[in-house]
């Protein structure tokens, strides 16, 4: 591949195109001279609109395998990635994430269909409300708000949620029956902004109502150990804070061992010096509820997260982690 030449995979859903498209935009400016192609994949959990992910290995193996495997085979130089869907309990050898861009906001909204309100789902603690979603964490979360709420299982990328609530379609499932219609999605912010939809949020969750997932709101550039030609370009656009965060909550992953199926949560922030970190892993209807937090030196990320998820091992968090894997 050429010198002057970066070839970056990534998912063809509207919103992957348009985080990849920012990558390029930044690539270019910090480097005029380079060329950007930007090489699409339509991944197992993309041609999948119907199943869960669990089967595809998670959002792993649905979303992130088949680019990952490219860039080890020399055929890409670097893969766009969601942070939340990167699995943070193994390690990708070969692999490193030589950028992260700045964090986008890294909460979770509620979007509702005409005529609903967040203020009917509270006072009905959400009986007689579907909520759809297929992260376990957001479940787990909506069931703990909304007591008496219905979650169901809905997929597609962010844009076709919204079109299916609108249009109150059913969401078809793998034995070929189908849930729904839905009153009301939880959805991540940034990426109902990403694909232009940010007017369609009812209600946004404060960090303490709902913990987001480790790494929402980043993205990252993953590329090969060894290239250090591409690691040089990429550390151009790195975000120092949002790579700092993203060690500390994924070490948090790291520590818990969590998979795919597991609630857990955490998110970091940092002032000055100084990070706080706060992780939560919850059973799967929201019942119980374990969460540890610290803060310490922001230039020590990784040790911060061993602390926490240690400490959540300590509260009891591997019986509840281990109760949610799938049999």
């Known amino acids: 591949m050429a010198a002057n030449k ?44 119907i199943g869960k992910l669990l089967p ?10 088949e680019i990952r495997s490219a860039v080890l085979a020399g055929e890409l130089h670097a893969a766009m990635h969601s942070l939340k ?7 990708t050898p070969g692999l490193v994430i030589g950028a992260t861009l700045a964090r986008d906001p890294p909460g979770d909204v509620l979007v509702l269909r005409a005529g609903l309100s967040i203020e009917e789902l509270r006072q009905t603690r959400g009986k007689g409300f579907k909520i759809g979603t297929n992260a376990v964490r957001r479940a787990a979360y ?57 007017d369609r949020i009812g209600y946004e969750f404060s960090i303490r109502e709902m913990l987001p997932a480790a790494g929402q709101g980043i993205v990252a ?21 949002a790579h700092k965060s993203a060690d500390a909550e994924r070490e948090v992953l790291w520590v818990l061992n969590g998979h795919c199926n597991s609630p857990i949560a955490a998110f970091s922030a940092i002032d000055g010096s100084q990070m706080s970190l706060i ?26 997260g ?21 049999v």
Request: charged residues 30%; contains cysteine.
């Open 56 to 65: 595809h290995g998670g959002k792993g193996g649905a979303f992130v395998a």
């Open 85 to 91: 869907d990167m699995p943070g309990n193994e390690d």
């Open 279 to 304: 992780a939560s892993v919850l059973d799967h209807a929201g019942g119980v509820f374990i969460e540890a937090a610290r803060s310490g030196p922001a230039d020590r990320p990784r040790e911060l």
């Open 221 to 241: 550039v993953e590329c090969a150990e060894q290239d250090w030609q591409t690691r040089r370009l990429l550390s151009l656009i790195d975000d120092p804070a």
């Open 306 to 326: 061993r602390a926490v998820g240690l400490e959540l091992l300590d509260k009891g968090a591997a019986e509840i982690i281990e109760r949610s894997r799938p």
């Open 6 to 49: 970066i070839r970056i995979g990534t998912r063809k859903s509207t919103m992957a195109l348009a985080q990849t498209e920012e990558i390029a935009r930044r690539l270019t400016a910090a480097a005029p001279e380079l060329d950007v192609e930007i090489v699409k994949f339509e991944t197992t959990g993309d041609s999948d609109q």
């Open 142 to 198: 909506a069931r703990r708000l909304f007591p008496d709420v219905e979650v169901i299982h809905y997929r597609g990328a962010a844009d076709t949620r919204v079109r299916k609530l609108d249009r109150l379609e059913m969401q078809r499932l793998p034995d070929g029956g189908a849930v729904g219609p839905a009153d009301a999605l939880i959805m991540a912010r940034s990426g109902l902004e990403r694909v232009g939809l940010a």
